[in-house]
């Protein structure tokens, strides 16, 4: 089995910053890509940003220059450093990290349960 577990939410005011922290554990052959989704009430999710194994990023444009992806994929890891933060960032922020579990398997995607960021005015 593979778990994804999300850290590292809560509630900050405006301006401020948070990272969120999301491991993966379990039997895993090879990661493809690791990546934060948030959820707003009432909308639909969506990628905030986005790391492949061979290192190429992707962000939403509502993010970019404000936050920052990093990880590593030996160590199953991934991090999304929020700076600047607004009201609009509100969400619960998921993790997704797609994968292998065996060299003959085909790559899945496996989500956390989230973790909730709340932006203050």
């Known amino acids: 089995q593979v778990q994804v577990v999300e850290s590292g939410g809560g509630l900050v005011q405006a301006g401020g910053s948070l990272r969120l922290s999301c491991a993966a554990s379990?039997?895993?052959?090879?990661?493809?890509?690791m990546g934060w989704y948030r959820q707003a009430p009432g909308k639909q999710r969506a990628l905030v940003a986005s790391?492949?194994?061979?290192?190429?990023?992707n962000y939403a444009d509502s993010v970019k220059g404000r936050f920052t992806i990093s990880g590593d994929n030996a160590e199953r890891t991934v991090y999304l450093q929020m700076n600047s933060l607004k009201p609009e960032d509100t969400a619960v922020y998921y993790c997704?990290?797609?994968?292998?579990?065996?060299?003959?398997?085909?790559?899945?995607?496996?989500w956390g349960l989230g973790t909730q960021v709340t932006v203050s005015s």
């Open positions: 997704k990290i797609s994968l292998q579990r065996q060299s003959w398997a085909p790559l899945r995607d496996y």
């Open positions: 379990g039997s895993i052959f090879r990661i493809n890509a």
């Open positions: 790391k492949t194994s061979g290192g190429t990023t």
